[in-house]
């Protein structure tokens, strides 16, 4: 992934369209979803679908500089990927320094209860943490490499929580949050995908330096490579509910075919934990159980499982005196992409010693507080007519429409009389979600004109107030 700066991307229309732009992936077509047979998957994408809200976390030794994760390392994007490198240094030096990182990484105040304490209380119903990014950092403690954050060059290594990945899914399962493992299938460190010599110091693209095609014996090593990473994930560390895999380049077909044959390990993953849903970004099949539009809203509905993975502050990795959205920003962009079908995974990005920056908890304890008051108009809705537009989102659940109206400022005037702009279903009963009150309303052709209480038009206008429409 990449920096918010970057320009969204779209919808990715067939296999021959590049998969990510600066760094940030399309997505794929909802027309071009595919449908699991199995019933044990498609229960857990319905209960996906109820989440709503998960929390995304990109961490890892590149959060000691401040820059785009991973990204710097690839010539190829060099353009935009580099724009913040302030030191004198050539291409070869600075890709040797970034991999060095990982002899500095010492998260010595990482307390991993308080980031699921933390989510809890702000209505996040699951976690996706970066185990590895394409970097081929683990910030688990994988017995295949010792590039990872209990490796022998790692200062890291003997603290009580030095196997972080273990210890921040342990801590969120403990809160009752659900658990997707991210995984990048690109792995920039080892020699099984960039060879000893080769891209390390020579000019560096995205994909292995080499054709798989030429050198079956070589890329067979790095499937079994990533199969064994991917598995010790999959056994070793609990119920893990999302297996989130990035780097959609890598996949058989493309300018390059790159078959890690992923469902045979998906298969072999699911004999133990059958519930296992696969987030196979931009490769549609069998594997992509839901579809993952990244620092972008569809301008459509999309009646499929999705979730648009977006930043807290400008990007997805840290980055120092950063500034963050605030709570009325997330909330409108929560409910705009729950009214088109979809669940927001907001990112935010620990700092290097392991703290959660000030700024974004003080937003994560806002939603936490709309939350309580809200909730019911998110989880465990579907989406309903008109959907979103003329400064309304609407949801629905058994037989209750939900119309929340969006107000752009905190200065916007609150009308006494207000339009709803539903028509679907003759309503019986109009109540204001936050405070419970019973509305004087009419129904009108055009929609349903209710009557704000007097006794909140004079406040300062909220994020949204949100209508429940019984029927």
């Not at 990982?102 to 809890?120: E, G, H, I, V």
């Not at 990473?229 to 893990?240: F, S």
């Not at 990007?315 to 929560?334: M, Q």
């Not at 009419?442 to 006794?455: N, W, Y």
Request: charged fraction near 25%; glycine fraction near 6%.
């Amino acid at each position: 992934m990449s920096e918010q700066e970057q320009k969204p991307v779209g919808i990715l229309e067939d296999d021959q369209t590049e998969v990510v732009t600066d760094g940030v992936h399309h997505f794929s077509s909802d027309e071009k979803w595919t449908k699991p047979e199995d019933p044990a998957i498609l229960e857990q994408l319905e209960w996906f679908r109820d989440q709503k809200l998960g929390l995304m976390m990109h961490w890892g030794i590149y959060s000691q500089i401040g820059l785009v994760e991973s990204w710097a390392l690839i010539d190829e994007d060099e353009e935009w990927s580099r724009n913040e490198v302030d030191w004198d240094v050539s291409s070869a030096e600075l890709k040797q320094q970034y991999f060095d990182l990982n002899k500095s990484f010492n998260p010595l105040r990482f307390q991993p209860d308080q980031w699921a304490d933390l989510a809890k209380e702000s209505g996040f119903k699951y976690l996706i943490f970066t185990t590895k990014h394409h970097d081929g950092y683990c910030m688990w403690d994988t017995k295949t490499t010792d590039y990872r954050v209990t490796g022998p060059e790692s200062p890291y290594k003997d603290h009580k929580y030095a196997d972080i990945t273990k210890h921040v899914f342990d801590a969120f399962r403990d809160k009752g949050l659900a658990i997707a493992a991210y995984f990048s299938k690109a792995d920039w460190h080892t020699p099984y995908y960039w060879p000893e010599g080769m891209e390390r110091s020579e000019y560096t693209r995205r994909g292995p330096s080499y054709d798989p095609a030429q050198h079956p014996e070589l890329w067979e090593k790095f499937v079994q490579f990533t199969h064994e990473q991917m598995m010790e994930l999959l056994t070793d560390y609990g119920r893990i509910d999302i297996l989130w895999l990035d780097a959609g380049w890598v996949r058989d077909g493309g300018k390059i075919p790159q078959d890690i044959r992923l469902g045979e390990l998906v298969d072999r993953a699911r004999e133990t934990q059958p519930w296992l849903l696969s987030a196979d970004r931009t490769v549609g099949g069998a594997y992509e159980n839901y579809i993952t539009p990244e620092q972008t809203i569809p301008e459509k509905v999309m009646d499929v499982p999705w979730e648009s993975c977006i930043t807290l502050g400008s990007a997805f990795s840290f980055r120092y005196e950063d500034t963050y959205k605030s709570l009325r920003e997330v909330v409108h962009i929560l409910l705009e992409i729950v009214a088109k079908g979809g669940n927001l995974a907001l990112n935010i990005a620990p700092q290097p010693d392991g703290r959660l920056p000030k700024g974004a908890v003080q937003t994560l304890k806002e939603l936490g507080t709309w939350m309580e008051t809200y909730s019911e108009a998110i989880y465990g809705t579907r989406i309903c007519a008109p959907y979103f537009g003329a400064g309304f989102a609407f949801t629905c659940k058994g037989n209750s429409v939900y119309a929340a109206h969006l107000y752009e400022d905190e200065n916007v005037s609150i009308h006494a009389d207000l339009l709803i702009p539903y028509t679907d279903k003759q309503i019986h009963r109009v109540t204001l979600l936050s405070t419970g009150e019973e509305l004087v309303y009419e129904q009108k052709d055009a929609g349903i004109l209710v009557r704000i209480p007097s006794s909140i038009t004079e406040e300062q206008a909220p994020p949204a107030h949100i209508f429940k429409l019984e029927y």
